[in-house]
Every structure is written in structure tokens, then in C-alpha cells.
Nanobody, 115 residues
Framework: QVQLVESGGGLVQAGGSLRLSCTAS????????MGWYRQAPGKQRELVAT???????NYADSVKGRFSISRDNAKNTVYLQMNSLKPEDTAVYYC?????????WGQGTQVTVSS
């Protein structure tokens, strides 16, 4: 069994910054992909950024240059540093772990950016 626990969401003004964290526990394999997705009201869940256990990253075009994903493999933790936040970044942000035995999601953390 795998559990993902997210933290770091909140309310911030446009132009501000937030840092999200997600820690995985349970049956974690060394080779995996961790990432962040988000879902705004009335919209489908979309990819924000992913990072492999080897450190290869991928970003949605909408966040390139503003968001940075990183991870600490020893702690099974992934981070999302979000800078220059915009109102359109408002959403519930979900952590995801992809590994050979399955895909797992966190419970989500709300990020609200006021204009």
C-alpha cells in the first residue's frame, strides 16, 4: 500500500510564491515518476510537472519559467516551487506517484491566487 501526503497549499496574492511538498510512504520502488497535477473548478485535471527518480523533468507550457519541480529520493518527497503565481493557477493540486506496481494520488491541496 502507498500513501501520498501533500502540504503547502494556501492563499497568496498574484505575483507571490508557494512551495508544495508531497511525501510518499509504503511500497516505494526505486524507479518511479513523481509529479504534480491540478484541477480547477469545472475543468479537467491537467499535468503541471513531473520528475523521474533520475531527475528528468517535464513541465506544462503554462508554468515553464515560473514553477520548479525537485525531489529528495532518500525522503521519497517531491516539491513544487511556484513563483510569479497568477489567478489562473488557482486549483486543487494533486501529487502523483507512478511506479511499476501502479499509480497513486494524494488527497489534494488547495492553491488560491487572488488578483
Amino acid at each position: 500500500q502507498v500513501q501520498l501526503v501533500e502540504s503547502g497549499g494556501g492563499l497568496v496574492q498574484a505575483g507571490g510564491s508557494l512551495r508544495l511538498s508531497c511525501t510518499a510512504s509504503g511500497s516505494i520502488f526505486g524507479s518511479n515518476v513523481m509529479g504534480w497535477y491540478r484541477q480547477a473548478p469545472g475543468k479537467q485535471r491537467e499535468l503541471v510537472a513531473t520528475i523521474t527518480s533520475g531527475g528528468t523533468t517535464n513541465y506544462a507550457d503554462s508554468v515553464k519559467g515560473r514553477f520548479s519541480i525537485s525531489r529528495d529520493n532518500a525522503k521519497n518527497t517531491v516539491y513544487l516551487q511556484m513563483n510569479s503565481l497568477k489567478p489562473e493557477d488557482t486549483a486543487v493540486y494533486y501529487c502523483r506517484l507512478q511506479q511499476i506496481i501502479g499509480n497513486y494520488w494524494g488527497q489534494g491541496t488547495q492553491v488560491t491566487v487572488s488578483s
